[in-house]
């Protein structure tokens, strides 16, 4: 137990080290929401300190699930996720130490808008305790996110990026950071029950604003259900991968050995 928590560390510092500042990462978990953010924020005559959750909430969205899919087929790539995976650590632990990269990741940014938000816009936390908690289960939240489609099988982050872009793109328009969730249609909120997003920002909204449809003890419920499905979504998206790697294996070696028996 604490070899495997030792080498979960170990990965999370490795990918810190080397994604943080990676373009492709700040790209998409900085500039990408930030601009997207003010794009439909700039001309609303909603208070700032009203737009502050949505802010924070979009910022972890994509900050915490964008160290993943750049770290793992990145070192598919380069042959070190297959040396990581040899070594004598359950691939729990993998996935774990991956998660942790982009918890600390989206933590430290998107703290950023909240300290604006309390110093400069006179935002006020009405709930301390589950401001802590919105922080941590949205940012392991979305980490697990970025792991599950990380665990697609290619060396590419480029088409793991295009695909994890249609689940989050949706997700920012359905989940009450720019429109109400009660303000939508009601096939808008009927998918917005499914948004992993919807409840993380229900929660930073009731922390700062004392504002929530759900609640915030559901949001907290909810929101560690997402962290064990995707994290479960991901061990079998890496088992169907492995199946399908060894029945290939298999395939090559009969026919490598049906050629050795035609010569």
Known sequence: MIRDLRASWAIMKKDAQTYY?????LMFAILFPLFM???FAVGKNAPIDTLIPGLISIT??????????????SERRSKTFERLMS???????VLFGKTLGGFFFSIMVGVTP???????????IISIVFLIAGLILASFCFAMIGIMFGSIP???PGDVMMLLNFVRLPMIFVSGLFIPIESLPEWG?????????????????????????YGPLVDSLVLVFFIGFFFWLSIKIKSKWSEESDMKGKGMKKKMMKKKMMK
């Open 154 to 156: 290619t060396e590419n």
């Open 189 to 213: 909120q009927m998918i917005a029950v499914f948004s992993p997003l919807s409840y993380a920002n229900d929660l930073l909204r009731y922390a700062l604003q004392g504002v929530t449809l």
């Open 21 to 25: 500042l990676n373009p492709g990462t």
């Open 87 to 93: 070594a004598p650590i359950s691939y729990n632990s």
């Open 60 to 73: 972890i969205l994509f900050s915490s699930s964008s160290i993943g899919p750049m770290a793992i087929p």
């Open 114 to 124: 909240l300290v604006i938000g309390l110093v400069w816009f006179g935002v006020q």
């Open 37 to 39: 953010f003010l794009s």
